[in-house]
């Protein structure tokens, strides 16, 4: 099936949106989300072990959370978006390995294996998620002490 324009369009503004997801987290620019998430946005990351709440109370959680890691990446990779008009949805594999510092100077590496699960809906100022749900798939080494995700 030949794709028109403006749908390849809309999956290239997409995939550019997911990628602008990990750049602001990757890189602690939390106002950046304004640029990736609707003002309603609803977030979901409960089954990773982080709260569920909108974009600023996600902002304000990252922002607070993120500095006790020495560093993180967020890949993401084979995402099968479905266009349905103005709105789309979305799973797309995260892989993300996290690093904390150890006390007298060493690291401990733990990987993250998750799903994220969006509707995106087309705005004025171009798609943008209202939905995104952290579906787990593993913990790889995961320190003692973390919250505990849910089930």
Not at 88 to 99: D, H, K, L, Q, S
Not at 112 to 119: E, P, T
Request: net charge negative; proline share 7%.
């Amino acid at each position: 099936m030949a794709l028109s324009l403006p749908e390849i369009s809309d999956r290239l503004e997409i995939q550019d949106l997911l990628v602008d997801y990990s750049h602001a987290i990757d890189h602690s620019e939390w106002d950046a989300l304004d640029d990736v998430f609707t003002p309603d946005a609803v977030i979901d990351y409960t089954e990773m072990g982080g709260p569920r709440g909108n974009r600023e109370e996600t902002k304000a959680f990252l922002s607070s959370v993120m500095p006790m890691f020495s560093s993180y990446q967020h890949m993401v990779a084979t995402s099968k978006v479905t266009i349905d008009g103005d709105t789309a949805y979305g799973r797309t594999i995260c892989y993300n390995p996290m690093v904390l510092p150890e006390e007298g100077g060493g690291t401990h590496v733990f990987f993250c294996g998750l799903w994220y699960r969006d509707v995106f809906v087309r705005t004025p100022a171009g798609w943008r998620i209202k939905e995104r749900y952290e579906e787990r798939s593993y913990f790889h080494n995961r320190p003692p002490g973390l919250p505990e995700p849910t089930s």
